[in-house]
């Protein structure tokens, strides 16, 4: 076994204690030692010097898609955008999805759900989570993966019934697959409420769903019901905020089955959503005081990638693919969306394509709907419809005004604050197409933009709320801290260069600045700030 020594650092050991000057000794895979500053240093096979660069635990994206792409034989030129931005583990299957338990049945449905966040065809040798988890391993992963299984995933596996309440049969089945998944080590539960079938699925069986994995002592992830002020999934005629109306409903739910609930992507869309920042974090403080396990996490930036079809309510959904070519559907739908973009402070101009999901299309990638409609003659109300039924809804956005737009930032900066907010990128990472820059710069611009340049928390509580923090809350034992026996996954940045490279509206992100080495169970993943090809030293992190 081979030692390495990381000496002439600053330690930010995921902790939240201060920072402190000395080295850390590397024995194979794990942590054999941390040495301060003027002791003695140990032998060590090879060395690196860390002078003026911080050493940290790798860091822990808690809200990861990445599920879709590990499976595939060459997901690693994929992704590596994010062991370059210092990502040594990801925590996927979240808004409801995973790629397991698996039927024959319901691959089509699921498929269709998971096909903005896919990078190649599956071919599912798998059915159980069991199953699925080793054929990961056996794929040798870029990163270290602790998975979650989507609630949508199970209910497609489990019944045909789509939409509205499943029998008690179906149900009783769900139940008892999500419980074996868990037996099988995933690490918590996710529902997508936003999407088929979440935004159908009744109070009740949420509940149920909740309290299998309370009673396994693991986490829910839920991407709620609205997230912003108006949403498809409620009456435009409600008159109260949607997304506190689904908050409020994701807060009971924790309430009522005394499980772990993480907020995902706590964002606010629109910019007549931006006002309901502080009524949000109060609910959520307010049921932290009351003794409710509730986190949430974010991205760090003002825009995030879904579906094209994410602002369309369920009843024109419903009745996808006839309802493209119903007139009275589309009048109504227009007149819908116009009214409601109008309140939200959203509109077309908003909504930019990553990926037209359309071959031979992919000179749309990168433009806006607005810029689309211009180039096809056409309204961006039918550019919009046109690409969705094109695409079969796979194609891929990027929508912005999510908790402020360039120049205003305070919404997100109020949830970044809070020390109850755990990082995530959020990212759908393919091979073609314009990337969400979150998928290369989240933990950079989180310490370069927010801890350096606008000291909105220290460099110690970043690291801890993107190490440690993270792996507690998904049960993760032996990463996210520097300490003898942990995982070697560690960092090496340049607290003075670190930044993203975010790029803009016609130009891809980039790899970001001041990322000097990762290791990643003990293996130099990147060097100089760039992946080392056929480096693939990730495990599966079982719960």
């Excluded at 896919?118 to 059915?127: K, N, Q, S």
């Excluded at 689309?372 to 929508?399: D, H, N, Q, V």
């Excluded at 790029?503 to 992946?531: C, F, H, M, S, W």
Aim: aromatic share 8%.
């Amino acid at each position: 076994m081979a030692t390495t020594l990381i000496k002439n650092g600053t330690i930010v050991d995921g902790t939240g204690q201060p920072a402190f000057a000395g080295s850390v000794l590397v024995d194979d895979d794990r942590i054999a030692d941390i040495v301060p500053s003027g002791a003695a240093l140990p032998a060590a096979d090879s060395q690196i010097d860390a002078q003026g660069l911080i050493i940290c635990p790798g860091f822990i994206d808690m809200h990861s898609h990445a599920d879709w792409v590990l499976p595939l034989a060459n997901h690693a030129p994929i992704l590596k955008c994010l062991v370059e931005q210092g990502i040594t583990t990801v925590v996927a299957g979240n808004c409801g999805i995973s790629p397991a338990p698996m039927t024959p049945d319901a691959r089509a449905r699921t498929e269709v759900l998971a096909s903005i966040v896919t990078a190649g065809e599956l071919d599912y040798p798998w059915r159980s989570m069991a199953e699925y988890l080793t054929h990961v391993a056996h794929q040798r992963p870029l990163v270290n993966i602790a998975q979650l299984v989507g609630h949508a995933t199970v209910r497609y596996a489990n019944s045909r019934r789509d939409r509205g309440d499943m029998s008690p049969q179906d149900l009783e089945r769900c139940l008892e697959s999500t419980c074996q998944a868990l037996d099988d080590g995933a690490c918590g539960l996710s529902f997508g409420l936003g999407y088929d079938p979440g935004m159908y699925a009744s109070l009740e069986e949420l509940e149920a769903f909740s309290r299998i994995a309370a009673e396994a002592g693991k986490p829910v992830t839920i991407h709620m019901k609205a997230l912003s002020r108006l949403s498809p999934c409620y009456p435009l005629t409600m008159l109260a905020a949607h997304n506190i109306k689904a908050l409020q409903e994701a807060l009971l739910l924790a309430e009522k089955t005394g499980a772990a609930i993480q907020l995902s992507h706590f964002i606010f869309v629109g910019r007549k959503s931006w006002s309901t920042v502080g009524e949000a974090l109060d609910l959520v403080e307010r049921a932290r005081a009351r003794g409710v396990d509730v986190m949430i996490d974010a991205f760090p930036y003002t825009c995030g990638n879904t579906t094209i079809l994410a602002p369309v309510p369920y009843w024109f959904l419903a009745k996808i693919p006839d309802a493209y070519s119903n007139a009275l559907l589309k009048a109504r739908l227009r007149l819908e969306l116009a009214v409601g973009f109008r309140l939200l402070g959203f509109s077309y101009p908003d909504f930019q394509v990553m990926d037209s999901g359309i071959p031979g299309y992919e000179d749309l990638n990168g433009l806006r709907i607005t810029e689309i409609a211009a180039k096809w003659g056409c309204s961006p109300f039918t550019a919009m419809l046109t690409l969705a039924e094109k695409s079969r809804g796979a194609a891929l956005m990027l929508y912005h005004t999510y908790s402020g737009e360039p120049g205003f930032e305070d919404p997100l900066e109020k949830v970044l604050s809070r020390d109850y907010c755990l990082f995530e990128t959020d990212a759908a990472i393919k091979a073609n197409g314009l990337p969400n820059p979150a998928a290369t710069g989240t933990f950079p611009r989180i310490l370069g933009r927010f801890v350096r340049d606008q000291k909105l928390f220290s460099v110690e509580e970043a690291v801890r709320r993107m190490t440690r923090a993270s792996a507690e809350r998904f049960g993760l034992n032996d990463v996210g801290c520097l300490a003898p026996g942990m995982a070697a996954d560690i960092v090496l940045f340049d607290p003075q260069t670190i930044a993203d490279n975010p790029g803009g509206d016609r130009q891809a992100a980039d790899r970001p600045e001041g990322i000097k080495r990762v290791l990643l169970n003990g293996q130099t993943v990147v060097k100089d700030g760039i992946y080392v090809e056929g480096v693939r030293p990730g495990r599966v992190l079982k719960v």
